[in-house]
């Protein structure tokens, strides 16, 4: 009897411990498995409470501005900070959690091309529930340019942040005033960037699709014209007044006049070609379009009064033709500064 009874304490004992075991791990793990699910689905706030997100912008450096490709290379940096309450916690300490693990506004650069992140997908939680996501961008990000005042051109380009899923009318952008600026010394060598602003709005996304909320950081680009005046316009100017090199030879020397002008025009040609490189297949035409073909015009009216002397020439009207020469100089120069006046001013 005493066996049986020392068997019986035993395990009444290991029942208990049993039971014990049971009663503390079920609640843990019911309480970790709904954290979970609500952190992850739900949002902060409450009914018709919108959830405010503080958005910082930061753009470290601008790389390159591709008006052909209609594109920018740019290195920037984007914080946003939210509270969650859900997520306090009596701790003096900050805690690095997985951004995957908890609720957040699920932010996408809307006019990425092609984009690389360089932090962890990680936030920062504070004892109060302060939640802080940084990460930093680096990449080409796609925006229209209108070219028409090309080398003269200016344009606003921009970086578009919306938030996109279920909760994204829910969502209160604001700007970070401290957390949004822009570098000084930027590595773009052929623009000049005047200056930036950013501002909260409305982001259409796409046809027939829900205008999410979203924030736009946006900078002021003015192309530097000394590359185009040097390299470009110079050439072609030199190019135009060999041509008008024509109308000072004698007419005697058909040939060469001929060879000139023909000379000048294949020039401009391939000028065409070149400054078709600099800029996409756009229907309308820049300023410099109408400059290179205002100097082709110009070049192909010296060909035209070339042929005009060469007739008269032939049919020995050798005074006739020094007299046109002489009056196609002033014609044509006044006619080639109108061309450049008109191409690039008005």
Request: glycine share 4%.
């Given at each position: ?275 078709g490189t600099l ?40 005074g006739q033709a020094?007299e046109l020469d ?21």
């Amino acid at each position: 009897m005493k066996i049986n009874r020392d068997y019986s304490e035993i395990l009444l004992y290991l029942c208990c411990v049993l039971f014990l075991a049971v009663s503390a791990a079920v609640p843990t793990l019911a309480q970790e498995e709904s954290q979970d699910e609500y952190l992850a689905e739900v949002r902060p706030g409450y009914g018709d409470q919108k959830t405010p997100v503080n958005i910082g912008v930061i753009v470290v450096d601008i790389d390159n501005i591709d008006g052909a490709q209609q594109s920018f290379v740019a290195n920037f940096a984007v914080s946003a900070q939210w509270k969650d309450p859900r997520l306090a916690k009596d701790t003096n300490s900050v805690r690095i959690m997985e951004l995957n693990n908890i609720w957040s506004p699920n932010l996408q650069i809307l006019n990425q091309q092609k984009l690389f992140k360089t932090f962890p997908e990680k936030v920062e939680v504070s004892p109060d529930g302060t939640v802080i996501y940084r990460q930093r961008y680096w990449g080409t990000l796609s925006y229209p340019m209108n070219l028409k005042d090309f080398p003269l051109d200016q344009h606003t380009l921009q970086i578009k942040i919306v938030t996109v899923g279920n909760n994204a009318k829910d969502i209160d952008f604001t700007i970070a005033e401290d957390r949004t600026g822009m570098g000084e010394v930027l590595t773009v060598t052929d623009w000049d960037v005047l200056g930036w602003e950013a501002y909260t709005e409305l982001v259409e996304i796409g046809p027939k699709l829900p205008v999410p909320p979203g924030v736009v950081f946006e900078f002021e680009a003015k192309r530097q014209v000394n590359f185009y005046i040097i390299k470009v316009l110079v050439p072609l100017i030199m190019i135009v007044f060999m041509s008008l090199i024509v109308l000072f030879i004698d007419p005697v020397h058909v040939g060469p006049k001929f060879s000139i002008a023909i000379t000048s025009i294949l020039t401009l040609i391939a000028y065409r070609f070149l400054l078709g490189t600099l800029l996409p297949k756009i229907s309308y035409l820049t300023h410099m379009d109408y400059f290179l073909f205002g100097s082709m015009f110009l070049v192909f009216a010296v060909l035209v009064e070339t042929s005009i002397v060469a007739r008269l020439m032939s049919m020995e009207k050798k005074g006739q033709a020094k007299e046109l020469d002489y009056w196609s100089r002033w014609a044509f120069v006044v006619l080639f500064i109108l061309i450049l006046v008109l191409s690039f001013f008005i």
